[in-house]
T-cell receptor
Framework: AQKVTQAQTEISVVEKEDVTLDCVYE???????LFWYKQPPSGELVFLIR??????QNEISGRYSWNFQKSTSSFNFTITASQVVDSAVYFC??????????FGKGTRLSVIA | DGGITQSPKYLFRKEGQNVTLSCEQN?????MYWYRQDPGQGLRLIYY???????QKGDIAEGYSVSREKKESFPLTVTSAQKNPTAFYLC??????????????FGQGTRLTVV
């Protein structure tokens, strides 16, 4: 069975601080795909990134960066110089490709001005 | 614009009633999904469909039913058998597994409340 664990339920930071959201996954498949989604107060999930199991390169997109480490089954997400607009619930998700996405329970990030 | 449309945004149901949540997509995606979100529970899969006229139960299908008569539409019925239906419901679509593994696109959700 596949499982995604986001141990941090809620995080609060002051604006301009860096923050890392943790994601640990479990799967027996050798090929799988990892995702991060953002859920703002409006409710819709917004796709942020997809990572394939065979590509361990870290990725940076503006203030966002992702650290994928197969050795520790982790796919962590860092926001640099956080802003109030980053306040949202963030979900990590996993699929092996032949099943729907399995989500973690999410981490609620509050960025305080 | 391409996307997924869920309606209504808010829905109130009396106990014992069936209600149907609408989900329409114009992304030409083959696969569609229904997830339920409760506070602190993340997203849990109710049903999914990879092709027209076929669908599979997810982790929490009891008390729900779906149909997939058209590629664009995947309505979810919350029946009176669902004992705790108050939740936020999210519909999503994607290319089916084995065809590129794109991300799933989500609608804006329907918040269902039992009164």
């Amino acid at each position: 069975a596949q499982k995604v664990t986001q141990a941090q339920t809620e995080i609060s930071v002051v604006e301009k601080e860096d923050v890392t959201l943790d994601c640990v996954y479990e799967t027996r498949d050798t090929t799988y795909y990892l995702f991060w989604y953002k859920q703002p107060p409006s409710g819709e999930l917004v796709f942020l990134i997809r990572r394939n199991s065979f590509d361990e390169q870290n990725e940076i997109s503006g203030r966002y960066s992702w650290n994928f480490q197969k050795s520790t089954s982790s796919f962590n997400f860092t926001i640099t110089a956080s802003q109030v607009v980053d306040s949202a619930v963030y979900f990590c998700a996993l699929t092996s490709g032949n099943t729907p996405l399995v989500f973690g329970k999410g981490t609620r990030l509050s960025v305080i001005a | 614009d391409g996307g997924i449309t869920q309606s209504p945004k808010y829905l109130f149901r009396k106990e014992g009633q069936n209600v149907t949540l609408s989900c329409e997509q114009n992304l030409n995606h083959d696969a569609m999904y229904w997830y339920r979100q409760d506070p602190g529970q993340g997203l849990r899969l109710i049903y999914y469909s990879q092709i027209v006229n076929d669908f599979q139960k997810g982790d929490i299908a009891e008390g729900y039913s779906v149909s997939r008569e058209k590629k664009e539409s995947f309505p979810l019925t919350v029946t009176s058998a669902q004992k705790n239906p108050t939740a936020f419901y999210l519909c999503a679509s994607s290319y089916p597994q084995g065809r590129g593994h794109t991300e799933a696109f989500f609608g804006q959700g329907t918040r269902l409340t039992v009164v």
